[in-house]
């Protein structure tokens, strides 16, 4: 889980403030699923991030998956599904059943 910066990080070293990550830093947990800073010797977890809304925001991860589709998939044959919603009486359904073996059996 990522969260955003919405503030400056500032952290008091009682010498003066230093800025620890700025506003729009996003930070990504280490393999133990820690958060650590840089300039800070402690390791964080996610609820202690999210125990601070005012300075962290969660981002929400979308996986997408984009692949182009070539027109070599066009004619690729696999079985398929094709459902169709009629409200008609069953005597017409068969009748429309006999409609569609007799005529999409010629396409297949």
Not at 42 to 66: G, W
């Amino acid at each position: 889980m990522k969260f955003r910066l919405i503030k400056d990080f500032i952290l008091d070293t009682g010498f003066g403030e230093e800025i620890i990550l700025q506003k729009g830093d996003i930070t990504e947990p280490n393999e133990n699923g820690d958060y650590s800073f840089p300039k800070i010797s402690r390791t964080f977890n996610k609820e202690d991030l999210l125990s601070k809304p005012e300075l962290f925001e969660e981002l929400i991860e979308l996986k997408l998956d984009v692949r182009e589709i070539t027109e070599d998939d066009d004619n690729k044959i696999g079985n398929w599904r094709i459902q169709l919603d009629v409200k008609t009486s069953r005597k017409k359904l068969k009748e429309i059943e006999k409609f569609i073996r007799d005529n999409v059996s010629e396409m297949i």
